[in-house]
């Protein structure tokens, strides 16, 4: 028998009090605080070069309000994504992003006075053993501190960003709060949230998929003027910033983010053109069980089965434990943890953010989940995702805050890996080929949201930033780009597009991580990789797993892949390699569905 969890995570142990907290409020006083007391130092120290003493004191500094505001933010952002009518925490919002323009002005600054450090000096007090550690992160912003503006300019622009760039960003909450649509549940009228709403996109009905895909585009189509606007202003005043850099590429900063290079996004976006062919078979097959020529926008994700498996959330969380135990005892302990210790928030009521996501709390050493579940394989799915992030932040636990700031292809690399363990586990005991088809069906939905999904929000973003150049883009423009982009990416397997995709994903408007979609591609590829390794070396690669996923924060994807595994990531072989695997899924699919 099943043990019971809660589906509601707790945050009074964080904070009493949620939003009105006084813990949280002296907190954060103390955070502001300090930043004050760092920013006024490094003002008042002048152009003369610093001491290792300095340069020691303000490094401390520097990091322990870096993990204050990781805490902050992450509390902050549980309390907006829990309940989006809750003012006091969009209030919090406002005054977190404040601060963390304070503290970028004195990161600026901090970076400006290493840069001018003579590089005989620099290297002598780096090599002291309480900086080797964080050696990579200090003279990667050395370096970058070069491409930027004067401190006094960059500090300028994080302040003004507060209530433009960052609250043009926030104002998605605000649009997601107005999204109410009218349903029929066993008879009884209700209006659903914007994730409730979301939820039954893939639902095992197809005339339910139907309703909701008609109703869901109509919301967002009447949403779409204050969503144009919204992006609009964003992408803008990116592209002012980076004018005033002397940057031309938009993409420069999310690959210098990610720690990446041009070589080698090009050559996983290559790789991926050859995944095209093979999944429109599969789509093309799952058409032909639907009683379809092709599948809608809306079918990609549902379930094969029209009655469709509705998995506990008690069963999901022992199938995730038991999953993680067969490749790592330690990853399954975390998951364990998480469940017990009611780290996930899970129920499915209004209110609520659509998505889920991962937040990490590096002072209480702990982590939160969100995400609303419904009991469909693609939430299993989900959940193990996001405990695979939670073991991510588990092992660079303890490390130096500077040392835990890892990119996020590397965080989706965690992510997906624990996806593919629990899929593979429950493709072994799978009890009949309806199940390994319908497990087969749950994992190529991943395949195409990476290879197909994730390339057209790519190829949609590329385009709009280029055009955003010349001015403001309309709604009805946007909707064409979008078809545009989802057509070149899934070829001619869809009978349906979802043309406001770029007004109802979070992710287009999310403000700390610009093009906020290729790194799942990659997390998704690389990890695919990682799993081949994992299989052809059985319990000796589990050491080496996790020694990759606690350098992510101090090495290039480049080194991480050269390091750990010996391989060349800005070469197109090993994402061939991941590419083949998937199609290996294609053809058992195949094997099973004709």
């Not at 006075?113 to 090599?127: F, L, Q, T």
Request: charged share 30%; hydrophobic share 40%; net charge negative.
């Amino acid at each position: 028998m099943s043990k019971s969890y809660s589906m509601t995570w707790d945050l009074e142990s964080l904070f009493p009090g949620g939003s009105s907290s006084p813990e949280l409020a002296n907190f954060m006083e103390e955070t502001e605080r300090l930043t004050g007391a760092l920013l006024e130092r490094l003002r008042s120290a002048g152009d003369e070069q610093p001491s290792h003493t300095e340069l020691t004191e303000w490094t401390s500094a520097l990091q322990d309000i870096l993990s204050r505001l990781r805490e902050g933010e992450s509390f902050i952002g549980c309390l907006t994504a829990q309940q989006t009518s809750d003012r006091r925490a969009v209030a919090w919002t406002e005054k977190i992003q404040t601060l963390s323009a304070k503290f970028r002005q004195a990161q600026d600054l901090y970076d400006a006075k290493i840069a001018n450090v003579p590089d005989d000096r620099w290297e002598a007090w780096c090599s002291d053993p309480d900086r080797s550690a964080i050696s990579f992160v200090l003279n990667e912003r050395r370096d970058f501190a070069k491409e930027k503006l004067s401190p006094e300019l960059e500090g300028l622009a994080s302040e003004l960003a507060v209530d433009g760039y960052h609250g043009w960003g926030e104002h998605y909450n605000t649009i997601v709060g107005r999204i109410a649509i009218p349903w029929e549940e066993n008879g009884t009228a209700v209006t659903l949230s914007a994730g409730q709403a979301a939820n039954k996109l893939d639902h095992p009905k197809s005339e339910v998929r139907d309703s909701m895909a008609a109703k869901w585009e109509e919301a967002w189509a009447e949403q779409s003027d204050l969503c144009s606007d919204t992006l609009n202003r964003l992408a803008g005043f990116r592209l002012k910033l980076y004018g005033l850099r002397g940057w031309e590429d938009p993409l420069r900063e999310p690959l210098r983010i990610n720690r990446m290079s041009r070589e080698t996004l090009d050559a996983m976006w290559e790789a991926t053109e050859g995944a095209i062919a093979p999944l429109t078979k599969y789509l093309q097959l799952k058409a032909r069980r639907f009683g379809k020529d092709k599948v809608a926008w809306h079918d990609v994700d549902a379930p094969l089965s029209s009655v469709g498996e509705t998995i506990a959330y008690d069963d999901a969380a022992e199938l995730i434990i038991d999953a993680f135990e067969h490749f790592s005892p330690g990853m399954a302990a975390l998951a364990r943890r998480a469940f017990d210790d009611r780290w996930i928030e899970a129920e499915d009521r209004p209110g609520k953010r659509p998505g889920g996501f991962c937040t990490g709390l590096p002072r209480s050493r702990q982590t939160r989940i969100f995400m609303t579940y419904s009991g469909t394989p693609g939430n299993v799915s989900t959940l193990a995702h996001e405990l695979g992030h939670a073991y991510h932040g588990y092992l660079v636990d303890g490390l130096q805050p500077m040392a835990q700031e890892y990119a996020m292809n590397v965080a989706e690399t965690a992510s997906t890996f624990a996806e593919v363990l629990v899929s593979d586990a429950l493709l072994k005991r799978a009890a009949s080929d309806e199940e390994k088809l319908s497990l087969l069906d749950d994992r190529l939905q991943r395949a195409v949201a990476f290879c197909m999904n994730i390339r057209a929000r790519f190829l949609f973003e590329t385009r709009f930033y280029d055009r955003r150049k010349a001015g403001m883009l309309e709604a009805d423009e946007l909707g064409k780009m979008m078809v545009e982009a989802q057509k070149e990416a899934f070829g001619d397997s869809l009978s349906s597009w979802h043309p406001n995709f770029w007004a109802a994903k979070l992710h287009f408007y999310l403000t700390d991580v610009p093009f906020y979609n290729f790194p799942y591609t990659f997390g998704y590829l690389f990890s695919t990789g990682l799993v081949a390794v994992a299989e052809k070396e059985g319990e000796s690669f589990r050491d080496r797993y996790d020694a990759l996923l606690r350098d992510t924060g101090v090495m290039t994807v480049e080194q991480l892949a050269s390091h750990h595994l010996g391989v060349r990531l800005d070469e197109p072989d090993f994402w061939r390699a991941a590419v083949e695997r998937v199609i290996a899924d294609v053809d058992a699919f195949s094997e099973l569905a004709e």
